[in-house]
């Protein structure tokens, strides 16, 4: 496809923002947590007015570039032209989040097949792992509403998440916040490998629980981890990788 750049017509922080979103994109394609083209992640633009930029709807993650990003507002409306349409039900929930947490730059959503499995399990995400002990630190649920397109299911979804940074939605996937996008994906990782990790476990025999006293202390756990840095420890490393196979997603 020929997208026009738009490295010279938009601000340098917003160029910033487009390529590490497009690389977020392209590492979700990368390890394999895609749906075709149906799952989303948004990136929320400094400044008052609530823009945010989300895929182009129909392109496939691993085709996303930073030029082929759609600029909208809080309504959905496109604040820059584009040829590319807007998926209302990816519209609906992120925009319910960005509304309300400030403090979130980044929400993104995955229906892996480990998510959905976990999120259909009575019991959600057990604390039998030590990446799980991350995610029970600061996990909320959401229950299935159908396809997220009215945005009646916005306040549900706003109280659902709080102030955590991981929210499983029951038969649906998992969805992450984070205060940048090396954050947000970062918690994703985790939440993915959980999952993943947890139906390998209940399918070898019984489970040992992780004491509920670890879970308390894993936020300076997390910290010592990553120098302090959250995502941001990890994002060079991922982008040398994208720079290795295919740099096409900063264009």
Partial sequence: MNIPSLKETVSTEEWQLRCDLAACYRLVAHYGWSDLVFTHISARLPGPEHHFLINPYGLLFDEVTASSLVLVD????????????????????????????????????????????????????????????????????????????????????????????????????????????????????????????????????????????????????SRVQTGGMGGGFVWPALLRRLERTDPTYNT
């Fill in 74 to 221: 809080q309504e959905g409306n496109k604040v820059r032209e584009s040829p590319f349409p807007v998926n209302r039900a990816g519209f609906v929930i992120h925009s319910a989040i960005h509304s309300v947490r400030e403090d979130v730059q980044c929400v993104l959503h995955t229906h892996t097949r480990a998510g959905v499995a976990v999120s259909a399990q009575r019991g959600g995400v057990l604390p039998v792992s030590q990446q799980s002990t991350f995610v029970l630190a600061a996990l909320g649920y959401h229950d299935y509403e159908g396809v997220a397109l009215h945005d009646e299911e916005k306040p549900r979804l706003q109280d659902d998440l709080g102030g955590g940074s991981f929210l499983m939605l029951r038969n649906h996937g998992l969805l992450t916040v984070g205060a940048t996008i090396a954050d947000a994906f970062l918690a994703m990782y985790v939440f993915e490998i959980t999952c993943q990790i947890q139906l390998s476990a209940q399918a070898g025999g019984e489970l040992i629980t992780v004491d509920p006293k670890i879970i308390a202390g894993v936020a300076h756990a």
